[in-house]
């Protein structure tokens, strides 16, 4: 018997919830992926006594329950409950087959665009949160200039999580409108990141309503550094998430990169348990997101999920872009590309790479660490090479 699994939002963080069972002996094999941003299961095990020819190989997907997310939903005479999606078929061949007609399948269901742009983000191995007019100007002219289509401000381009006003005081005498205007001007489009479902503490987001967070036992689901979640299924919290959509598009904004650097835990409070209560949460965000595209069907919009965290298909359907992850380490990146091509479209892998090779643990240290012992290292750009390449 063998069962992987996941607990909470991050449906991908240690497994992605896909199996094949290939049966070599008549070339055929089975397939199934659960869909959907919340706990799910995967179990393998036998049915008979190993021995006899009537064993049988069981496979089993199962998502919230009682046992694992405290799910119990009592249905009265015409009510339903509709579980989360699975994926699964039959077919000719082995694993190469199989990640080929699940491939089929996400590419006719998703929103796919039809070239994957290049687009150039100011964070990681640059400047790390820390965006100025006078540090974004030359970045932006480089990136115009290497034939970038997309230029994206990071983090901290803000003055709260939860309510993104433009913090005008980091961007000089122009602005952040005035930032946006020359990325603009340089003919790319202009991009900032979002992670639409947190919110810190003091964000004025959170008086808006009194089920403005999730709660666990009757308490506010936190994180780390005064943080929390978003009940994106509260009309007020939803109201102004869109306003926010709605003010970047008008600044001429077409590109979010939206981020998800946490994980709710085992479930939320509902009346039907907390399992149920992490599904309907995230049903609410996805159709926040469904809803900024009815809005906006020019915007577009790549879930990172903390580099791929949250990455299976129930949530990248609702999704233009996918990033595959945050690896920094550069040898690391074709097996995970490789792998990531068995369960993902290629027209949504947003592949990052990372030429300047300042890691994220040495992000602190300053241009100090731009010596020319650290310089010469990478004098030959072998690593850049191999970034690019992949």
Aim: aromatic letters at 12%; proline letters at 3%.
């Amino acid at each position: 018997k063998m069962t992987i699994s996941s607990n909470g939002t991050r449906s991908t963080g240690e497994y992605y919830p896909f199996i094949v069972i290939e049966d070599k002996k008549f070339g055929k094999c089975c397939y199934m992926e659960h869909e959907g941003g919340f706990s799910w299961e995967i179990e393998i095990d036998s049915k008979g006594n190993g021995i006899t020819a009537d064993t049988t190989l069981c496979a089993e997907v199962n998502s919230l329950n009682e046992y694992n997310n405290g799910l119990a939903v009592f249905l009265d005479p015409n009510e339903e409950y509709v579980t989360s999606y699975v994926l699964y078929g039959v077919c000719d061949g082995g694993f190469e087959e199989a990640t080929h007609e699940i491939l089929k399948d996400k590419n006719s269901n998703g929103k796919i665009l039809e070239e994957l742009p290049v687009c150039f983000n100011d964070y990681m191995n640059c400047l790390w949160a820390r965006p100025s007019a006078e540090r974004l100007i030359p970045l932006i002219d480089a990136a115009s200039e290497a034939g970038a289509e997309i230029f994206c401000i990071d983090a901290n381009w803000h003055t709260n999580m939860g309510d993104w006003i433009p913090d005008d005081k980091k961007f000089g005498d122009i602005g952040f409108k005035g930032v946006i205007d020359y990325i603009k001007c340089k003919n790319m489009l202009p991009g900032v990141w979002l992670e639409i479902e947190t919110a810190m503490g003091d964000a004025k987001i959170l008086t808006l309503s009194e089920h403005s967070v999730l709660t666990r036992d009757g308490n506010k689901i936190q994180f780390e550094k005064d943080c929390y979640t978003l009940n994106m299924n509260d009309k007020k919290i939803r109201e102004y998430i869109l306003s926010v959509f709605d003010r970047l598009y008008d600044m001429g904004i077409r590109y979010i990169k939206n981020d998800y650097n946490h994980c709710v835990g085992n479930g939320c409070d509902d009346v039907h348990g907390k399992g149920y209560g992490l599904k309907k949460s995230l049903e609410g965000f996805y159709s926040l997101i469904d809803t900024v595209y009815e809005k906006h069907p020019d915007m577009i919009i790549e879930n990172c999920g903390s580099g791929a965290l949250r990455c299976d298909e129930g949530t990248l359907s609702h999704f233009n872009l996918q990033s595959t992850s945050d690896q920094e380490i550069y040898y690391y990146n074709p097996s995970i590309i490789n792998g990531t091509m068995a369960y993902m479209p290629i027209g949504k892998m947003g592949i990052w790479s990372y030429p300047i090779p300042v890691k994220f643990f040495d992000k602190d240290l300053g241009e100090e660490i731009f010596t020319s012992d650290y310089l010469s290292r990478f004098a030959d750009g072998e690593e850049t090479v191999f970034n690019m390449i992949t």
